[in-house]
């Protein structure tokens, strides 16, 4: 396997992390048992869109118990329905004195049995369907100590054998309170591969903004009367130009049974050609890449410049990389198929847009009636996210075929993109799944997602990964299982939260002072930087997140940056002049191109001469001089302004729009907002704040003790304000085995190297904090104070599954340290950070803010 630049997959590293405040509210429904007449049962507490189990049966002399129903006592309750509301089961009785013909029921049920006997022996797909009798209308339930089949009577079919096995499926036939369990031989091989014969065109609409990618259509395949999307991987390919670099020359050559896709990739840092291909064969079932770089070397620029001021030493001496294995994805394993179609391979849909766009963070959500292209997981309340969960399918049954592929996708997902597999020492999800067999086999589409959220939360249990949104067979307007209280979590996750959040926030409160209501971090007083003596020779910077904005910087007004943000070839806006640094965020929108330029050194008189501009151009000013606009020719400029006394900054927001297809545009119009969207600006502002109030500064504390994350290209520029010089960025490639420590540099930011810099952290520092504090140690930049930092060593992939479910996981990307001088007799070793970096000065957390501790380490450290 051949290494391919990191800086391909820089900006796909995004780090995150959600936090949430208990609810002390317990959230619980109650299920309430009316025995009617008989033995009391205890009412049953539990969490909406829970399940429960049966109670056991209660007694009634001279009665037989049947079943509990809820209205209709003709049909009984199946314990399989998730409550949503308090609820009254009550009791069906049978008359002792007056019993039912149980000849005629018996022989009603086994005509039952032999209809669903003949089902079995014609398909197991369809057993499923049957939870009642096809003739009498029985109740039925399955059982088997084989763990390929569900209590649903779902069967998971086997495609890597030609084995003739079977095994005993149990059914429990039950009809007017006479029960019979008969057992039936099931073929568990599906001893033919898929065979593809219905097919539809649906349309494809890209939602996202990062790419520039065609709506279109695309034919999708389907076995006969099948629910499963297969695409022509080519087909796939071609419709995301735009994500996939249109400047790129990949050729597809298809023989009798496999596809071979090839591209040139030109590293102009490395000035170095890469032959990146894959090979997908439909015999062995499988995808071999010998460069993993194939995946994501094609991918286009995103619309957001992620990695800006960032470059890469290439020409360090102590840059390493060792080389890994390759990688196959082997689809037999997890029962699913390559099929050749008409002289084209082709993919499970899910399974193309998993390995050829979702872990590059575009997806192309499938949701029966479309293709919508969408950029990571989109979030409640944004437009995209409403449209890909509207769908005709909503509020529906799934299809067996598709449930069935969704638990072997899940399991495909977590074995071959979930990084810390090896590290949890987990040989296959597989294993753990079927532990929980009979939840995640259901047609219920509610219950899926419970049965996901429990194992995403209960079963892998770390903060990376994290439940996104339900699937679309459920109503569009459902959210998820609900979350209220922090036993909703797993246990590594609560301890993170209490021993980190809590803990800290606790520390900020004595700080700084309660706040009135929410975390004391976001209270109003509390400061985010201070002195930690009269002399001010020593201050604290805090920084809760690394976050990017789409920004463009220049020392002077650029008319043409105005010009390109807004996409259009002239306007009328006023320039601006003076200044230091001119910072263009990028605001546009689906509605709107908006541009917002935040400017350093300006005053009040220069947002009054710019307002004047405007008016004198013809512009009508709104009744507080914040917007401005005019109407030329069909179009309307829009502008708006603002001055901010403690930035010493100015913003102009700007927008031109077509006045019968636009929107009003919405502009931030707040310097603090938009300086604390992005990270670099945020440090910039803040130590011009700091030493304009100080000519003694000597040594800064960083402090990401309520920092749980974010972007790691505005991690990387954070440290640029620390050192001028290239630092050390260890990894390992958890599915590759490989392992790299690359230098990166940052240009264009000031540099505060002249000061000596220390970290403090809590075990709240997550994530890409925690990534910051491994880079700290490995680079030597100052002495790490506080209590070892909260964790999390990988990036994050989204995962979408077949039935829509979303969510993120750890990817194989993992943030490590090297040690070793990379000699024989101390070779490089390598070590994730998974759980936390020590600090080299550790503090009780009581201490953690504590000015005299914090100028003693500082002092002591660097010897002044």
Known sequence: MKKITTLIVAVFLLLFVVACTPNNSDGKLTVTFDTKGGSPVEPIKVDKNGLIEAPADPNKEGFVFRYWYTT???????????????????????DEANPTDIATITAMINEDIDAVGEQLYKTYYDLSLLSKGPINNSVISWSSANKYVSNTGIILPLLDGESEDTTLITGKFVLNGVTINHEFDVDLYQNKDVELEDRRTVPFKNLTEEYDVSDGEIELLYEKGGSVPYVRVEDFMKLLTGFIDPALDITYET????????????????????????????????????????????VYSTATNYGRHITYDRENPNAHYTEGVDVVYDLSKYNMDIVLFEGDVVLPYYMANQLFAGSSYYNVYYNYDGLFGVYSLPSEGEDAYETIRTSTKNN?????????????????????????KELREVETYYDLLFEKRDSFLTRNALRLDLSIHEFLTFVVDEPHTSYGYPGYFNRATYTGPSVTSLNDFGDRFKKWYLDGMVATDAQIGKKWGEAASGWNASGRDRKLYWFLDEAKTSAVLSLDGFSTADIIEDTAYNNQTVLDILKVESHIFPAMNGGSKYFYYNQSNHDNN?????????????????????VSLGFTASANNLTFTKEVDGLKYYASTSYDDTYKSLIVGLSVFDMTKSVVPEFVNSSDSLIKSDSAVFMEFYMDIILSQTTNLKNMILDITWNTGGNVGALYRVIGFITQNSFAVSSISADTKSNSTSYVKIEGVPTYDHLNWGLLTTPTSFSAANSLTTIFKENNLGPIIGLTSGGGTSSITPILLPNGTAFTTSSNNMSAYRTGTGTEADPYVYHPNEFGIEPTHPIPIGNIYNETVLLDILTTYYGE
Do not use: C
């Not at 209709?72 to 049978?94: G, K």
């Not at 000035?271 to 994501?296: E, H, R, S």
């Not at 935040?598 to 001469?609: C, H, P």
């Open 72 to 94: 209709n006592e003709n049909v009984a309750f199946s314990f399989d329905t998730p409550i949503t509301s308090n609820i009254t089961l009550n009791a069906s009785w049978d």
């Open 255 to 298: 023989n009798d049974t496999s596809l071979y896709i090839q591209y040139d990739y030109y590293d102009e840092d490395e000035d170095k050609t890469y032959d990146l291909n894959v090979t997908i064969d439909t015999v062995t079932n499988t995808l071999v890449a010998p460069d993993p770089g194939f995946y994501w070397g094609y």
């Open 594 to 614: 908006v541009v917002e330029i935040l400017i350093k050194g300006l005053t009040r008189t220069d947002l009054q001469t710019y307002n004047a501009s405007l």
């Open 396 to 420: 529906t049954a799934l299809p067996t075929d598709l449930t069935i592929h969704t638990f072997n996708f899940l399991a495909f997902s977590m074995d071959y993109f979930y990084g810390l």
